[in-house]
C-alpha cells in the first residue's frame, strides 16, 4: 500500500491517488490514460515492437510502454507533473540512440546520466550553505549544525525507481541530486498539474552538462523531517550509508 502523506509521495498524490489508491489496477494504461494530464499515451508493454528501443519508441509514436508495477506507475507519474523536462530527457536519449546507430552495449555517458536522472534523481531547493555541505558530503555540518536550514528546503524524488524503493522505506536509500539549485522565486507546489518547477528545469539541461554526471549522493532519509528515526543524531554515524568522500588521488 502507498502512503500518500509521506514526504516523498506527496508532489505525486494527486494523480497517484486516482490511480492506485492501494493498488496498481491490473490495466495500469487504461487507468493512466483514462485520468489524463500527460502529453503522451500510456499503452502495454506488449506493443512495444520487437527490435525498437523503448525511448526512441516514445519519441516516434508518443506512446509509452507501461506494465502493471509499481515502477511504471511512478513513471506515468513523472509524465503528468514533469511533462517538459520528460520530453526532454526522452528527447536526448532518443537522439544519442540514433547518433550511434541504435541500442549499444554500452550507453556511453550522456545515456548513463539521462537514465541515472530518469530513474534516482532528487530535486532540491535549498539555501546555499546546504548545498555546499552537500557537495562535499559533509554530513555532521549538512544535518546537525545546519539542521534549522532544512525548514528553508524542498526535495522532490523525480527518479521513479527511487520513489519506487521509498513505497518501503529503507535506512541505505541514497539519491542522485541534482547540482542544479532550484531557484527560490518559483511558485509552490499546488499538487496537481505541471509541478512549478517542470520549465525552468526542461530548460536547463543540455547534453553537454547532463553528460559530465552533475549529481551528487544523498541517503534521503537522512533528510529532517522525512524520517523519526533521523532526530537521534547517532543515525548519521553510520559509515556504511553516510560514506565520507573519498580521498583524492594524489597529482
Keep these: 500500500m502507498i502512503d500518500w502523506t509521506t514526504p516523498w509521495q506527496r508532489p ?7 490511480v492506485a489508491p492501494e493498488a496498481v489496477p491490473s490495466d495500469l494504461p487504461r487507468a ?4 489524463g494530464g500527460a502529453p503522451v499515451r500510456f499503452i502495454p508493454q506488449s506493443e512495444l515492437p520487437e527490435g525498437v528501443a523503448y525511448e526512441s519508441h516514445i519519441f516516434a509514436t508518443g506512446g509509452v510502454p507501461t506494465r502493471d508495477n509499481l515502477h511504471d506507475l511512478f513513471n506515468a507519474l513523472c509524465w503528468m507533473r514533469f511533462p517538459q523536462t520528460k520530453r526532454r530527457l526522452n528527447a536526448l536519449q532518443a537522439a544519442a540512440i540514433d547518433q550511434s546507430g541504435g ?6 555517458p550522456l545515456r548513463d546520466a539521462l537514465t541515472l536522472f530518469d530513474e534516482n534523481a532528487l530535486l532540491l531547493q535549498a539555501p546555499e550553505p546546504l548545498w555546499q555541505a552537500l557537495r562535499v558530503r559533509d554530513w555532521p555540518r549538512l544535518f546537525a549544525a545546519l539542521r534549522p536550514l ?13 520513489t519506487e524503493k521509498l513505497v518501503v522505506p529503507y535506512k541505505s536509500i541514497t539519491a ?7 531557484p527560490t522565486g518559483l511558485a509552490p507546489d499546488p499538487g496537481q498539474g505541471p509541478h512549478p518547477w517542470d520549465a525552468w528545469l526542461a530548460a536547463q539541461l543540455t547534453p553537454d552538462w547532463l553528460a559530465t554526471k552533475p549529481f551528487t549522493p544523498l541517503p534521503v532519509l537522512g ?3 522525512w524520517w523519526p528515526a533521523n532526530e537521534d543524531p547517532g ?5 556504511g550509508v553516510f560514506r565520507p568522500p573519498r580521498p583524492q588521488s594524489p597529482t
Excluded: E, K
Excluded at 150 to 162: D, E, K, M, P, R
Design 32 to 35: 493512466l490514460n483514462a485520468l
Design 150 to 162: 532544512w525548514a528553508q528546503a524542498t526535495a522532490v524524488t523525480f527518479g521513479h525507481a527511487l
Design 235 to 239: 543515525f548519521y554515524a553510520d559509515t
Design 12 to 18: 505525486w498524490c494527486g494523480p497517484g491517488r486516482g
Design 103 to 108: 541500442v549499444q552495449a554500452t550507453r556511453g
Design 176 to 182: 542522485h541530486v541534482l547540482c542544479l539549485p532550484v
Design 223 to 225: 533528510i529532517p523531517g
